[in-house]
């Protein structure tokens, strides 16, 4: 997902708020996110635990396509939608290797960290914070 800002003197009349790229994996590539207040929970109750060892991977699991938090970040940002892109345009405007690790699909799941540590998310997940949270503009 990337985002870009449109000059006024560019656009001329047509001017509007970020356009936002979506590129041609985005129905299927999904990415892990979690609220920053889950992961604060997690951190405490690792601190607490005198058990806790290892690794943890966390996440919310809401898995949230490309395309989902786009869309959803353009609303929040004002703009009337996402405008389709390529994944050639995302490699040429971020790089290859950056705009492959975009285009990845990233879900992971917290299983341990709910076993273990009796961790379970709360807040609400990154889609749903962009358009009701406090990232709308």
């Avoid at 985005?26 to 635990?49: C, G, I, M, P």
């Avoid at 970040?73 to 939608?81: E, I, N, R």
């Amino acid at each position: 997902m990337t985002a870009h800002l449109a000059s006024r003197e560019a656009a001329g009349d047509d001017f509007q708020q970020p356009v936002v790229d979506l590129f041609d994996r985005r129905a299927v590539a999904s990415w892990s996110t979690v609220h920053a207040a889950d992961l604060a929970d997690f951190f405490r109750r690792v601190l607490e635990n005198d058990s806790a060892r290892g690794y943890y991977v966390i996440d919310d699991g809401s898995r949230p396509t490309v395309a989902q938090l786009t869309e959803a970040a353009a609303v929040a940002a004002g703009a009337p939608g996402a405008v389709p892109g390529s994944d050639d345009e995302a490699r040429s405007r971020l790089g290859d290797a950056f705009a492959e690790v975009l285009l990845l699909d990233q879900g992971a799941d917290a299983a341990k960290a709910r076993i273990e540590l009796g961790w379970r998310p709360s807040h609400p997940g990154l889609v749903d914070e962009f358009r009701n949270g406090s990232y709308r503009s």
